[in-house]
């Protein structure tokens, strides 16, 4: 699954998430483990939550503040 031109917006919950870089999972957000069968030389970002809510995570591949989406792919 390539990247898209908009965030995943998500209610997330507490805890440690690894959101998917590459653009290659097939559970975005988050990682799937396609990055090292697909050979993308890319890892996942880990986060940890402090406390739930509301999330919206880059799938464009391009944001500066990673896992956030800081708007870049509108650019
Ligand atoms: S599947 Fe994309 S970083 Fe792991």
Wanted: charged letters at 25%; hydrophobic letters at 15%; aromatic letters at 10%.
């Amino acid at each position: 699954m390539p990247y898209q031109n908009s965030p995943h917006y998500i209610d997330e919950t507490p805890g440690t998430k690894y959101y998917c870089t590459c653009g290659e999972s097939g559970n975005k957000p988050y990682c799937d483990g396609s990055h090292e069968t697909k050979k993308t030389g890319k890892q996942p970002m880990q986060y940890n939550v402090d406390a739930a809510r509301r999330m919206a995570i880059c799938d464009c591949g391009k944001t500066g503040n990673s896992p956030f989406c800081d708007g870049t792919h509108s650019k």
